[in-house]
């Protein structure tokens, strides 16, 4: 599987992630199976921010009832790894649906996409997907 995402967008990306050394920054990815078109920032509402994220949940179902009226469709989340890589952590797949979903994680200058909902992917939820920028 190939995504596409726009330099821009993906350099904004990497920047705010840069800008949040000590805690994990986290938002909503919106767009299609083949490419992700808006990146939208959300609070991390986690109660270790430095360690773990957490989609503000108001931003989440706002999100939800804005596609279901015909706005953009929520594909996924992004979030940082301040000091870990850019693959999925044992917390993330704790914290994965079974419903495939993109994430998109940064760790310094490096961004990879996932995909949720793999069974016998990495962490067995995973899979590597090729970003395109």
Not at 2 to 23: G, W
Not at 77 to 104: C, I, K, R, T
Request: net charge negative; with cysteine; charged share 20%.
């Amino acid at each position: 599987m190939r995504v596409t995402i726009s330099r821009p967008l993906l350099d904004r990306l990497i920047a705010e992630s840069s800008s949040s050394p000590t805690a994990e920054i986290c938002g909503l990815l919106f767009g299609d199976e083949g490419a992700i078109d808006t990146a939208v920032a959300a609070p991390n509402v986690a109660s270790d921010p430095a360690r773990r994220f957490e989609i503000d949940p108001a931003a989440l179902i706002s999100a939800h009832v804005a596609s279901r009226k015909g706005g953009p469709r929520l594909i996924g989340h992004y979030h940082s790894h301040p000091n870990g890589s850019a693959e999925p952590s044992a917390s993330d797949a704790e914290m994965a649906d079974v419903v495939p979903q993109f994430w998109l994680i940064i760790a310094g200058a490096r961004a990879r996409l996932w995909r949720s909902g793999a069974p016998g992917g990495l962490h067995g939820v995973f899979e590597a997907v090729d970003l395109v920028a």
